[in-house]
């Protein structure tokens, strides 16, 4: 059993910055994959960004590329997103994810909500 409990969401203006971040009940490195998802109203959930392959590798969404980026506090078994450039479009839930053994968890989500 993994639990994933997000914090740093809030309201922010266009142009704005904002750092989720994800703390693990487990170590980080005892996972398939980590990250994070995003889910706006009316739309499915969607990958946002991930470590993959035990934290050897990473996984970017097309539209977060060179705006956001994922790191890692191992010994705080946390994962952060930093979200730059903000932009209406990126008003959604965020939840933080992770697959261990094969098993999808997830966090309560967070509302980041971004002004015009």
């Known amino acids: 059993q993994v639990q994933l409990v997000e914090s740093g969401g809030g309201l922010v203006q266009a142009g704005g910055s904002l750092r989720l971040s994800c703390a693990a009940s487990g170590s980080i490195f005892s996972m398939n994959d980590i990250g994070w998802y995003r889910q706006a109203p009316g739309k499915p959930r969607e990958l946002v960004a991930a470590?993959?392959?035990?934290?050897?590798?990473?996984n970017f969404a097309e539209f977060v590329k060179g705006r956001f980026t994922i790191s890692s506090d191992n010994a705080k078994n946390t994962v952060h997103l930093q979200m730059n450039s903000l932009t209406p479009e990126d008003t959604a839930v965020y939840y933080c994810w992770s697959r261990r053994y094969g098993l999808d968890y997830w966090g309560q989500g967070t509302q980041v909500t971004v002004s015009s």
């Open positions: 470590f993959t392959q035990w934290g050897r590798g990473t």
